[in-house]
């Protein structure tokens, strides 16, 4: 009766598990392992129970207006959030909580008016954060202050009228390379705040098809971009425009009309040197260079002063550096006497004038290779040994030196008989070959060698002498015979 039961309860427990991990997994939404996809669902909030195993969780297109607390407290592996094209209009205080692993949030297309510093509380791994093409007018203080692994933000399409960029510093942000604010409302910034930005985040900084207002200041930034080559302005060059006298009808493109700024001192409203000229220079190790101050500043008398790598400041006034070998002169030269590869790096010149209202800069990149060593010509040199193993062969094949100083050759040596060793061999009958050893048991084979005549006797041969006839000997110990054959062998 108990063994009848078991299969009923395991029956059960399957159904069981089966009714759980539907409810795990909501009925509107597609599941598999790292994603949980509940986009164009029709929800008006979060399902009630989702899996905690994924990595990415999407809602879009849907028609949520509120997130609440800890909305996301049971999926602590959450990577990516896709929250875009809905309703939204404001986040709960501690909405993302045990949610610390987010990475990318998309809250893209829906209808937040203000982003309050409470919002991404213990994002600090957030490194994309998409807010664009909301109705966002203002955004808090301390809103990005915890975001350290920002990398980029996007705020675009907005009606932003003010922006935080003092929270924005190197020690708080050192990751963030974009920042784009286009197509909003801004009119003045605080370009004292801009400019202590981080230098990738000034890089990725997008201010067009903003309603800025013309002046100097203004100005004299985005010119200071355009030295240094920014992708911001080169990519949107056409839509940066601005508005005179605060007028939004009399709006021009200030990076192509220039001429409403020509009375505007452009390194006066920099707090850092505009860069006017740079240029590259290499030499090589032991040359003397000189290096020139030539920039835009106009001035008759201005004053100069040079930053060189690992030495310092070096001006005319306090003589050169490292003894005297890098030397600054009265017109703005810089002279290095015998370059050293360690001098290589950046040189900066910055010219005054003589009012000290106006100031210019000129960067010159120096490198200091070694000298390559004497080196020959390997073409040439392969050459001339093909030819010397040429002539070495040829004299090889053909010039071989005969052995002695007459002119004809020798001829044939005599080669007198030569008996063999009876001793010295062992037969080499096979071993299985009966009677054979028994009839011929001092069988011997002689084997002559020609001998040369010897080698105190004069080696040159007479050109009527004969040469000596070669003799084969036979000895055959059971007859007792000795044969010599001339010219033959007889046996």
Known sequence: MAAGAWPGL????????????????????????????????????????????????????????????????????????????????????????????????????????????????????????????????????????????????????????????????????????????????????????????????????????????????????????EMKGFDSLEDFREDHVCAVRGDARSAVHFLRQRRIFQNCTVSNTLSLPAVVLLSNLVIFEGERARLDCQTSLGDKEPSFAWLTPGQGYVDPAGGGADENRITAFANGTLEIAAARVNDSGLYTCTAVDARRTRNATREVNVTVVRPPADSFNTGYTTLLGCAVTTVLILMYLYLTPCECGCCKPPGPPAVPSSVYNPGAFVSVSPAGSPGEGAKFPSRHVAFLEPLLEEQNQSRCLKANEEPLPIQWCWENPAVNETVFLDAGIKI
């Open 10 to 225: 395991s029956l059960l427990s399957l159904c069981f598990l089966l009714r759980g991990s539907e409810e795990t997994c909501p009925s509107v939404c597609m599941c598999t392992a790292d994603t949980l996809s509940c986009s164009s669902s029709g929800l008006s909030r979060l399902p009630r129970r989702m899996p905690s195993s994924p990595l990415t969780l999407d809602l879009s297109y849907n028609h949520l207006t509120w997130l609440g607390p800890r909305g996301f407290a049971g999926m602590p592996r959450l990577e990516t959030l896709r929250i875009a094209h809905n309703q939204l209009a404001s986040l709960a205080h501690d909405v993302f909580l045990n949610a610390s692993g987010l990475r990318h949030l998309d809250l893209s297309s829906n209808r937040l008016r203000a982003v309050e510093r409470h919002y991404f509380q213990g994002l600090w791994r957030l490194e994309e954060l998409v807010l664009f093409d909301n109705r966002i007018a203002q955004v808090e203080g301390a809103t990005l202050s915890g975001l350290s692994s920002l990398k980029k933000a996007y705020f675009s399409l907005n009606q932003i009228t003010d922006f935080p960029f003092f929270s924005i510093r190197e020690h708080s942000h050192p990751f963030l390379t974009m920042l784009d604010l286009s197509s909003n409302r801004l009119a003045t910034l605080p370009w004292e705040d801009v400019k202590a930005m981080p230098g990738s985040a000034q890089r990725g900084l997008y201010l067009h098809n903003n309603s800025l207002l013309c002046d100097c200041s203004m100005y004299g930034v985005f010119w200071h971009w």
